[in-house]
């Protein structure tokens, strides 16, 4: 089976306070260097029969109407590919 | 339009029959994780009307005049508050009726529910100091006009119970302009007396809007909980039971 991921983050203009509250706390952790973390959600559907064209119409249509909100919130829509192995080097 | 709205009101007995013989049928949805619904159905008795529960995955109306959508966790508030309540059965029935004219009331997770609904613009996010919030709230009426609003002067200030964690109203600049421009920002957080201004809004709100209308006036959503401040006993105030008046008296008008 096909795997389709949906990311979703808040627009760049939406304050995000979770992801600054996860900034803040990473230099009491004894994380240095992290200028600003912002927090989204990630969607894998899992699609019965081929990934084609339609399909992906399908997708971006359920994604721009449930998954995210684009009032505030902006999506990508991307084919995952069968991994051969975790994480190929690029 | 005219006093009375919806098709609901047209197949209904007309002017004095209304009056004598009949309450303003007022629905509230019980969604699984609404909380308030008994209480916005109480409130609705205190101002005179009769309350009707509507269930979620019913797509009858059962003849109300008007419909409140309560607070709470509807289906968990999973993926974002109010957006799977928007999908329920009930909804597009009331969807269809709101955009007639029937009143519609969102109070808390029913105002997200509304945004979501896209009946009113904008949306609420995560409170901007990430705290759930319980306070007494103090509000501005910036439009008396609305079907929910009638029974307040505008400028008048109340105060109403506020509990929520994803409050901070939100919409483009150009969205707020317009609601601005077109009055429909029907209530604006401010400061209570001995409050200093800085501690008005309680969730980084935009422009401290509070509740907004859509351009008909029937469709009205809000943040805090006029419900909860119906009885001296339970309440704050007894402020909010003007939503719910002014509701009623447009009804059997």
């Known amino acids: 089976m096909a795997r389709v991921v949906v990311d979703v983050m808040l627009k760049p203009e939406i304050l995000d306070p979770q992801g600054q509250a996860v900034q803040r706390a990473l230099p009491r952790l004894g994380f240095e260097g992290i200028a600003d973390v912002r927090q989204g959600k990630r969607f894998e559907l899992e699609v019965e029969g081929p990934v084609d064209a339609a399909a992906l119409r399908r997708i971006h249509e359920l994604a721009e109407t449930f998954l995210a909100n684009t009032v505030i919130e902006d999506f990508t829509v991307r084919v995952e590919e069968p991994a051969v192995s975790e994480e190929a080097p690029a | ?253």
């Not at chain 2, 968990?76 to 007639?100: H, W």
């Open chain 2, 1 to 253: 339009m005219t006093g009375t709205t919806g098709t609901a009101a047209t197949s209904a007995p007309t002017g004095p029959a209304r009056t004598a013989g009949r309450l303003g049928r007022i629905g509230v949805v019980t969604f699984p994780g609404s909380l308030d619904d008994r209480d916005a159905r109480r409130a609705i008795r205190i101002a005179g009307g009769e309350p009707v529960a509507l269930w979620h995955r019913d797509k009858d109306l059962h003849q109300v005049d008007a419909v409140v959508l309560p607070g709470g966790f509807s289906y968990g508030d999973y993926l974002r508050c109010g957006a799977i309540a928007r999908f329920s059965p009930v909804m597009q029935t009331i969807v269809e009726q709101a955009k007639q004219g029937m009143p519609v009331l969102g109070i808390c997770n029913g105002f997200q529910v509304l945004c979501e609904s896209h009946l009113l613009p904008g949306a609420l996010t995560r409170n901007d100091h990430l705290r759930f919030i319980c306070r007494d709230q103090r509000l501005r009426v910036e439009n008396n006009r609305t079907a929910w609003t009638t029974d307040y002067t505008e400028g008048q200030e109340i105060t109403v119970p506020l509990k929520n964690g994803e409050g901070g109203y939100v919409a483009d600049e150009r969205t707020l302009d317009a609601l601005e421009a077109e009055g429909r920002v029907v209530f604006r957080y401010t400061a209570g007396p001995g409050t200093p201004e800085e501690q008005a809004n309680p969730n980084g709100s935009r422009r401290d809007i509070a509740g907004i209308t859509n351009e008909a006036g029937n469709v009205v959503g809000l943040m805090p909980h006029p419900e909860h401040a119906v009885e001296s006993l339970t309440g704050p105030t007894t402020d909010g039971l003007g939503f719910f008046t002014s509701a009623l008296a447009r009804l059997v008008a």
